[in-house]
């Protein structure tokens, strides 16, 4: 769920940072986008130039109407993939910590979003509002494992990252012990 989870102030403070897209298989995908990309947009470059761009291959022998044009074309739309990609990254989309004081009585919830009016998303709530923890568990080809909030009055909120789903002990262990730090009922198992 998170990559830190710490309890502080004499156990009156819980706070969770929560992954966004700085995940390694990100940076791994964006890695691969970007020199395929380029690998095809040099090569529609050479064929029409007649220069070889490329240590691996010789694309210079290709016609450059319709085969250098379309490697090329390729190559554009995906280093436009790829730049996405390493903005998002950079942006951290989805990144950010789920903030439990009993101290103030407070819940913040915070997340990066993408650039604009939406760029900072901060849930504010009281503690008092919290009506339980919620464990949602769906199997089969795009599987959901994620904590929710239940908060009066709201839709439920997501506490757990995008992505890869977390392993069922990791979600009952940390649902287990948000419930029992907000002294709520676990729902869902």
Request: glycine share 12%; net charge positive.
């Amino acid at each position: 769920m998170t990559t830190s989870t710490t309890i502080n102030k004499g156990d009156r403070l819980l706070h969770q940072n929560v992954l966004g897209s700085r995940r390694f298989s990100n940076y791994w995908w964006a890695t691969i986008v970007t020199l395929g990309a380029s690998g095809f947009l040099l090569a529609g470059i050479s064929s029409y130039l007649k220069v070889n761009l490329l240590i691996v291959s010789d694309p210079t022998q290709l016609v450059f109407v319709p085969q250098g044009l379309v490697m090329g074309l390729y190559g554009a739309a995906g280093l436009l993939l790829a730049t996405y990609l390493w903005l998002v990254i950079l942006l951290d989309v989805g990144g950010g910590y789920n903030e439990f004081n009993q101290e103030t009585g407070t819940i913040k919830i915070f997340r990066w979003g993408f650039p604009g009016k939406n760029r900072r998303i901060e849930i504010d709530s009281r503690i008092e509002d919290v009506q339980s923890v919620r464990i949602a568990v769906k199997e089969g080809l795009n599987p959901i494992r994620a904590l929710y909030l239940r908060i009066k009055g709201r839709r439920d909120i997501p506490l757990t990252r995008v992505g890869q789903p977390l392993s069922l002990t990791e979600l009952e262990t940390e649902g287990a012990k948000l419930a029992r730090f907000l002294g709520v009922s676990l729902e869902g198992l």
